[in-house]
């Protein structure tokens, strides 16, 4: 997004942007998706050595994997291409692997061809968390309901113990980072598979201590939850995974992506499924600026935060530019709302979090006391809290 010509100027802009404090506090990684935090060659790679159908050759699937434009169907679309390589515990453990390498080089440098500025070795700051995201099922195999499919290829328990061996690896070699897992459901999982999930959550939560967090994930469209029974079986979903609401565990969800969710929707998803966090809601806050600000006087009376992240915004079409960006911050601020910065599926987008807020202060879109205030919501969020206690 920036052009070699205004690299100079990106890299000054960002060093005099960051305080001293958000270099002390580090970038604490909430929201970053397997499927999208690894290096598109480790993909191909292990796609074709498990001879997964549909990779192409391999401009055509690069092509396909760095998403310039489109809709978050799209993105969703090649999401589960890269989670069919990513199928089966060693699938897993070396994505695992993978992203968390991408993460903690990749995040606080600026990914351009000219000099690689604010190196792997020297970042603009550190990454002190990284939480990845993912969903166990659809690891399984072919899991599509609308395919038929219904995984089980591979064992959910299995992928579930390579994913915390792979989390206990990188700890014992990044011992001052906050290493993490949060677990999704999929709007795009029929409610057997949602269920089965939530079981499994319950019971690996008492064996592993990486698991810190739920979420629900997904193409919106696929199912809104603006219908009470889908909401009711999500809820359902929660509250077991979470074990009945009886101890706290920190529960986000994608929510407001797209137009398909309503601010009445966002609302009800929030409440019912007791979120504390909650991902691109960005519609929704949109809404306010015709007039319907029940979305942000929910989200300001719960102290709920926003999860978000410009590049992905932008490349599905969520939003149109870095200043309909900057509005969005304002319109929180304004409300007294806190969110915090991450980059969805860095690698696939060919962004990092520095790059992002670059190409956010170049356009004016931002201020350093919203980046500092980011960091530290980041770092202070429950997600954290439970890892840094643990
Ligand atoms: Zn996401």
Redesign the pocket.
């Known amino acids: 997004m920036i052009e070699t010509l205004q690299l100079d100027l990106a890299v000054q802009t960002l060093d005099r942007a960051l305080t001293s404090e958000a270099r002390r506090l580090g970038a604490n990684l909430v ?1 970053g ?1 397997v499927s999208g935090c690894e290096n598109p060659a480790a993909v191909y790679n292990r796609g074709l050595r498990k001879g997964i159908r549909g990779l192409g050759k391999p401009p055509d699937f690069y092509r396909k994997v760095h998403i310039s434009t489109g809709s978050l169907a799209d993105y969703v679309a090649v999401n589960h291409l890269v989670d069919l390589t990513q199928a089966g515990p060693d699938g897993v453990e070396e994505a695992l692997l993978n992203a968390f390498l991408s993460r903690i080089l990749r995040e606080g440098t600026l990914p351009v061809p000219a000099g690689n500025l604010g190196s792997p070795e020297s970042p603009f700051f550190p990454t002190s968390g990284v939480l990845l ?1 993912f969903n166990p099922m659809k690891r399984t195999g072919d899991y599509r309901a609308d395919r038929g499919g219904t995984g089980m290829l591979f064992d959910a328990d299995a992928i579930m113990a390579a994913a915390h061996h792979a989390v206990e690896r990188c700890r014992i070699v990044n011992p001052d980072v906050a290493i993490g897992l949060i677990l999704c459901f999929g709007r795009d999982l029929s409610h057997s598979v949602n269920r089965k999930l939530a079981e499994k959550i319950r019971k690996w939560r008492k064996l592993y201590s990486s698991i810190v967090g739920i979420d629900v ?1 997904g193409d919106e469209r696929a199912m809104t939850l603006s219908e009470s029974t889908d909401l009711d079986e999500m809820a359902e979903c929660f509250e077991i995974a979470a074990g009945n609401g009886g101890e706290e565990f920190p529960r986000t969800g ?1 929510c407001g992506e797209t137009n398909a969710i309503d601010v009445a929707t966002l609302c009800a998803t929030v409440t019912r499924l007791k979120l504390i966090h909650v ?2 809601p960005i519609f929704p806050i949109k809404a306010s600026w015709s007039g319907d600000d029940r979305a942000l006087r929910l989200m300001s009376d719960l102290n709920v935060v926003a999860e978000l ?1 410009f590049g ?1 915004n932008m490349r599905t079409g969520t939003i149109a530019s870095p200043a309909e960006f900057g509005r969005v911050l304002k319109t929180l601020d304004d409300w007294g709302i806190r969110y915090c910065f991450d980059t ?2 860095p690698e696939l987008l060919r962004t990092t979090l520095a790059l992002d807020l670059a190409t956010l202060l170049l356009a004016g879109a931002i201020t350093p006391e919203q980046i500092e205030n980011a960091f530290r919501t980041a770092h202070e969020c429950a997600f954290f809290r439970r890892l840094r206690a643990a």
Request: glycine share 0%; net charge neutral.
């Open positions: 929201h998706h995201r994930a994608h991902a691109h992240c992905s969805d599926n």
